[in-house]
């Protein structure tokens, strides 16, 4: 079974600052994604951003971007100029290829708040 | 479009009455469908799973069942709702690599 591990709870930085969230994986899949997920206090869940883990290039998204490490099963989320906006729960994802039964696996999430 | 629908946006229900949330999508047909709960303070967890019309899959021991008389449409029910059915209750769909979320529904079991 796959896990997904998210190991900060809660984060706090200022604007305009750069953070960095954690995430890691245990899979013995070898083609897999990888998401970020955004869920502000609507609750509605919004992609952040994906990464195919046959891609040796990491995925960015304007302000957005990973660092995925497939040997070290990492892919943590880097947010820079940081904007109040960004204050949310952030949850890491992780499904096999075909999209099946197993569903997505989400980590614990990571709640973040950015200071004014 | 690949937009999902949800409904109702909230409800409170007692201990032991029915339950009946919908789901239905637009866009490509034969869409792999899911039902997702999310406990206060907690991530998401996988409850049922269908790839087509009258197909369910069911990922954990629960009080809920679920069905899925039409292609685009998911359905979530319960007969007697519990008190540990509260939660926030999203559809989803498997679509191009990549998932789709509803609004959700916020459940509150009083």
């Known amino acids: 079974a796959q896990t997904v591990t998210q190991s900060q709870p809660e984060m706090s930085v200022q604007e305009a600052e750069t953070v960095t969230l954690s995430c890691t994986y245990d899979?013995?899949?070898?083609?897999?994604?990888l998401f970020w997920y955004k869920q502000p206090p609507s609750r509605q869940m919004i992609l952040v951003i994906r990464?195919?883990?046959?891609?040796?290039q990491n995925a960015t998204e304007n302000r957005f971007s990973v660092n995925f490490q497939k040997a070290a099963k990492s892919f943590s989320l880097k947010i820079s100029d940081s904007q109040l906006g960004d204050t949310a729960m952030y949850f890491c994802?992780?499904?096999?290829?075909?999209?099946?039964?197993?569903?997505?696996?989400f980590g614990k999430g990571t709640h973040l708040i950015i200071q004014p | 479009s690949q937009t999902i629908h949800q409904w109702p946006a909230t409800l409170v229900q007692p201990v032991g009455s029915p339950l009946s949330l919908e789901c239905t999508v637009e866009g490509t047909s034969n869409p792999n469908l899911y039902w997702y709960r999310q406990a206060a303070g907690r991530g998401l967890q996988l409850l049922f799973y269908?790839?087509?019309?009258?197909?369910i899959s069911s990922e954990v021991p629960q009080n809920l069942s679920a069905s899925r008389p039409q292609d685009r449409q998911f359905i979530l029910s319960s007969k007697k709702l519990l008190l540990s059915d509260s939660g926030f209750y999203l559809c989803?769909?498997?679509?191009?690599?990549?998932?789709?979320f509803g609004s959700g529904t916020r459940l509150t079991v009083v």
């Open positions: 994802a992780f499904i096999n290829s075909g999209g099946g039964a197993d569903g997505l696996t």
């Open positions: 989803a769909r498997w679509v191009n690599y990549g998932y789709t």
């Open positions: 990464q195919e883990a046959y891609k040796q």
């Open positions: 269908s790839v087509g019309i009258g197909q």
């Open positions: 899979t013995s899949e070898n083609n897999y994604y």
